[in-house]
T-cell receptor, first 110, second 114 residues
Framework: GQQVQQSPTSLVLQEGENAELQCNFS?????MQWFYQRPGGSLISVFY???GTKQSGRLTSTTVIKERRSSLHISSSQITDSGTYLC????????????FGKGTSLTVIP | EAGVTQSPRYAVLQEGQAVSFWCDPI?????LYWYQQPRDQGPQLLVY????????NSQLPSDRFSAVRPKGTNSTLKIQSAKQGDTATYLC????????????FGHGTKLSVL
């Protein structure tokens, strides 16, 4: 079964609005990462966040390992934020073995 | 610092043909991963290596897929007899052994099997 569930599947925002992306894990995990992918582009690591809250510019990631969940908050969205956001968990039985969700497709419109 | 390099960028095959994908990880990264990403889905792990050793290849279709990393640096993923269901982007990623290390991905090879 799917070990990593992401929601929503897709999201459309007007420029300037905020977004909250969720990631839930069906098993225990060692750590997790958030990635960003443009259509046809490579995956770029946005956050490595095993626990707690991390911020980078307009992006904030909060991970609660015990509750098996993580969120990515995007504030004051910009058109260039459009793309797919994926989360991945490090499986506890495999050293640095990462499993991915299906992603949230974000479209920011003017 | 150079990133993860993959080649070719695109491949188009007829069913039954063979194809090889090549990956050059970031220098010094001891862990290398191959992922398969079907259209509009998340990447799915096929195999990963620590140096030259296979750590997990349980998701690799062993009858047609093979992967090697003979010197613990570059890696090759080969599909012996491609099927239409193999159509996907094949991604290579690398990382270093220490805890809290990010995955770095290449641009991928987009494979279409007709």
């Amino acid at each position: 079964g799917q070990q990593v569930q992401q929601s929503p599947t897709s999201l459309v925002l007007q420029e300037g609005e905020n977004a909250e992306l969720q990631c839930n894990f069906s098993t225990s995990l060692n750590s997790m990462q958030w990635f960003y992918q443009r259509p046809g582009g490579s995956l770029i690591s946005v956050f490595y966040n095993p626990s707690g809250t991390k911020q980078s510019g307009r992006l904030t990631s909060t991970t609660v390992i015990k509750e098996r969940r993580s969120s990515l908050h995007i504030s004051s969205s910009q058109i260039t934020d459009s793309g797919t956001y994926l989360c991945a968990m490090e499986h506890p039985t495999g050293y640095q073995n990462f499993y991915f969700g299906k992603g949230t497709s974000l479209t920011v419109i003017p | 610092e150079a990133g993860v390099t993959q080649s070719p960028r695109y491949a188009v095959l007829q069913e039954g043909q063979a194809v090889s994908f090549w990956c050059d990880p970031i220098s010094g990264h001891d862990t290398l991963y191959w992922y398969q990403q079907p259209r509009d889905q998340g990447p799915q792990l096929l195999v990963y290596f620590r140096d030259e050793a296979v750590i997990d290849n349980s998701q690799l279709p062993s009858d047609r897929f093979s992967a090697v990393r003979p010197k613990g640096t570059n890696s090759t993923l080969k599909i012996q007899s491609a099927k239409q269901g193999d159509t996907a982007t094949y991604l290579c990623a690398s990382s270093f052994r220490t805890i809290n290390e990010r995955l770095f991905f290449g641009h991928g090879t987009k494979l279409s099997v007709l």
